[in-house]
Nanobody
Framework: QVQLVESGGGLVQAGGSLRVSCAASGRTFSIYVMGWFRQAPGKEREFVAAVHLSGGNRYYADSVKGRFTISRDNAKNTVYLQMDSLKPEDTAVYYC????????????????WGQGTQVTVSS
């Protein structure tokens, strides 16, 4: 099993920045991809970004491309999501996810999920 713990959420004004982290523990050797998803009230969970832990390839949702950056620290089994130029529409619970296999944007292909961290962007 793999456990994922997010941290770093909070309240920020529009235009500001925030970094959320996701630390993996347990059978981390089985993980090849880690990603971030988000879910706003009344909306479905949506893909934000993902990174392949070996090759470093990254995917981003169009809505965050150029504003968000996903990075990894393999030694710490930790993935980060740096969020800049935040907008009120970025307000959501942000979930970390992990899987073995290839890079994907599809939530149902991820095997492990964190509990989520709230990000609120005020206008």
């Amino acid at each position: 099993q793999v456990q994922l713990v997010e941290s770093g959420g909070g309240l920020v004004q529009a235009g500001g920045s925030l970094r959320v982290s996701c630390a993996a523990s347990g059978r981390t050797f089985s993980i090849y991809v880690m990603g971030w998803f988000r879910q706003a009230p009344g909306k479905e969970r949506e893909f934000v970004a993902a990174v392949h832990l070996s090759g470093g390839n990254r995917y981003y949702a169009d809505s965050v491309k150029g504003r968000f950056t996903i990075s990894r620290d393999n030694a710490k089994n930790t993935v980060y999501l740096q969020m800049d130029s935040l907008k009120p529409e970025d307000t959501a619970v942000y979930y970390c996810a992990a899987r073995s296999g290839w890079l994907t944007r599809l939530s149902y292909e991820y095997d492990y999920w964190g509990q989520g961290t709230q990000v609120t962007v005020s206008s």
